[in-house]
């Protein structure tokens, strides 16, 4: 499974929750610049990144990995 677009699929998500990157990575507790960088696909998203972002979308790490295979 090719993950190159995750980026722009938590940006689309973060966006449908009505939050600014700003506060959405406050809420989950990672640097905003990061949570850009990811967005943007100029990083890499790291283990414990997914965590966090997945959790800010309620649902386990698998449970949002699997939402992102089934929209692709």
Same mark, same amino acid.
């Given at each position: 499974?090719?993950?190159?677009?995750?980026?722009?699929?938590?940006?689309?998500? $973060? &966006?449908?929750?009505? /939050?600014?990157?700003?506060?959405?990575? +406050?809420? *989950?507790?990672?640097?905003?610049?990061?949570?850009? $960088? &990811?967005?943007?696909? /100029?990083?890499?998203?790291?283990?414990? +990144?997914? *965590?966090?972002?997945?959790?800010?979308?309620?649902?386990?790490?698998?449970?949002?990995?699997?939402?992102?295979?089934?929209?692709?």
């Amino acid at each position: 499974m090719q993950y190159y677009n995750i980026g722009t699929y938590i940006r689309n998500r $973060r &966006i449908k929750t009505g /939050k600014s990157l700003n506060t959405f990575a +406050a809420d *989950i507790d990672l640097d905003s610049s990061i949570l850009s $960088r &990811i967005e943007n696909s /100029k990083q890499d998203i790291k283990l414990q +990144a997914l *965590i966090k972002i997945a959790k800010g979308f309620e649902q386990t790490p698998a449970e949002f990995l699997k939402d992102f295979e089934n929209k692709i």
